[in-house]
């Protein structure tokens, strides 16, 4: 039985040393990036970045929506792109079941970008 145990333990070896080696190669780089990197915060870097408002404000605070609505328009169009590359490679085999289910699928994403235009996310002051 303890022959067993120690093949069992011996084909677990390399996963536990590449865990092991990895864990310790992950802290190390990051200890000597926080020692060797600079410790000298500047006004840009602490300024807001795409969001808008200050960070670390209250969390409660009214803030527009339409930063809602610019994501919400990235995810319809990095979607459709991630949908349309495959379907384009196969489009000769799929057959029309396909090509309406494509067309069903960027229906609804012109749906999507239409709203957003009437939202007026488009139009940036």
């Known amino acids: 039985m303890a ?41 840009e870097k602490l300024s807001p970045y795409e969001c808008g408002f200050e960070a670390f404000e209250d969390a409660r605070m009214q803030f ?22 495959p379907w384009a490679v196969v489009f000769r085999d799929i057959g029309m079941t396909a090509i309406v289910s494509m067309a069903v699928f960027l229906g609804i994403l012109v749906i999507g970008f239409v709203y957003e235009w009437k939202k007026g996310a488009l139009e940036w002051e």
């Open 64 to 85: 527009d929506v339409r930063y809602y609505l610019v994501a919400i328009l990235f995810i319809i169009f990095d979607l459709e792109i991630a949908f349309l590359f």
């Open 3 to 43: 022959r067993c145990e120690a093949h069992v333990l011996g084909e677990y070896l390399p996963i536990l040393l590449f865990l092991f080696v990895s864990t310790v190669i992950g802290v190390a780089l990051l200890v000597l990036g926080w020692l060797l990197g600079p410790q000298r915060p500047e006004s």
